[in-house]
């Protein structure tokens, strides 16, 4: 019975996995090139090992260009997800903005203006607030906050909205509340 050869030119090492020996396949692993010896490869290098420059460009803002995408770990909300080395995980998005950028200013959190979460492409971040990025997302609590009506039609204007004390952050709407008392 013979056996399968690692792919890689000059390696005449028996195939582990994926066409690869498995030093070849460790170092695919670790820094994203079958060549690439240990010791030799910057945090920088190994984070963009990982990153697909060519995804998709996001229909409702053309202007940003594609999005380029974590092909590693994400949470398990969507977000990519990368060790540097020195200590806890990183949001991967937010480590390449820190690295080119310098630190985000406190009180502010990045929004993708793509909506992709998986996206590392510092050009499709932008610092806000947390109630704005909130706001532009696609959450019932983002949606219905930039609603300007009730669903009866009336206007959620300063006059005519009201917020229960046990739910201070609830607009409801005061003519649908007067409606629904004298029923």
Known sequence: ?????????????????????EMHLVRVRAHGDAQQVRGFVSVEQRFMAKVDKDGPTPAHRLDLGPCWLWTAGLTSAGYGQFRDGEGSPHGAHRWLYVHLHGTVTPGLELDHLCFVRRCVNPAHLEPVTKTENIRRGDSPTAVNGRRDTCVAGHPLTVDNTYSRKDRPRRRECRRCRREAKRL
């Open 1 to 21: 019975m013979t056996h399968r050869i690692c792919t890689v030119d000059g390696c005449t090492k028996k195939h582990k996995g994926h066409g690869l020996c």
